[in-house]
């Protein structure tokens, strides 16, 4: 599980507890832009204290079990795969989750991102949309890689692979 997806459940439960993010912030005495970043899958790291404390607060629990092999194949892991294939230099996981989920490319990594949306089979592309598009806001993942494809000038029309995310 990726931070992302913990932000994301963060995030539904807050809202299903009818809080704010300044409510829930000041009850797990954290801010309100570490609780923001969290939510929207920015925040680098956040200690484990920080982040039982806001886990209580929504009704949630972090648990330690066995790791499962899921069938649902990892697309962030994949692009990156794509993206780093002519590089000596390689994206993170980390790097493209930020870059799709802000709009800005790391430095030194506008080859790759070239790469990735020039080279990248459809179904590739749109699975990647999917599994990040989840833990934004709707419509933002769409306007990022239009701002990241335009950046970069790729050959191919966000259009033509994005409809299904």
Not at 21 to 32: M, P
Request: aromatic share 4%; proline share 4%.
């Amino acid at each position: 599980m990726r931070l992302q997806d913990i932000g994301y459940q963060i995030r539904q439960a807050r809202i299903a507890r009818e809080l704010t993010q300044a409510q829930l912030a000041n009850a797990a005495k954290v801010s309100r832009t570490t609780l923001n970043q969290l939510e929207n899958g920015l925040f680098p790291d956040l200690g484990i204290k920080k982040l039982w404390a806001i886990l209580d607060q929504v009704g949630l629990a972090l648990a330690i079990q066995p790791a499962e092999k899921t069938a649902a194949p990892d697309f962030v892991r994949m692009a990156c795969t794509t993206a780093n294939v002519s590089y000596r230099d390689s994206l993170s996981e980390d790097e493209l989750i930020r870059a799709l989920l802000t709009g800005k490319i790391p430095t030194g990594r506008r080859p790759h991102f070239r790469t990735l949306l020039d080279e990248a089979t459809p179904t590739l592309l749109q699975g990647l949309a999917e599994e990040v598009g989840r833990w934004t806001k709707p419509g933002r993942l769409e306007k990022n890689l239009g701002m990241i494809a335009k950046e970069i000038n790729s050959k191919r029309e966000i259009g033509e692979w994005l409809k299904t995310a």
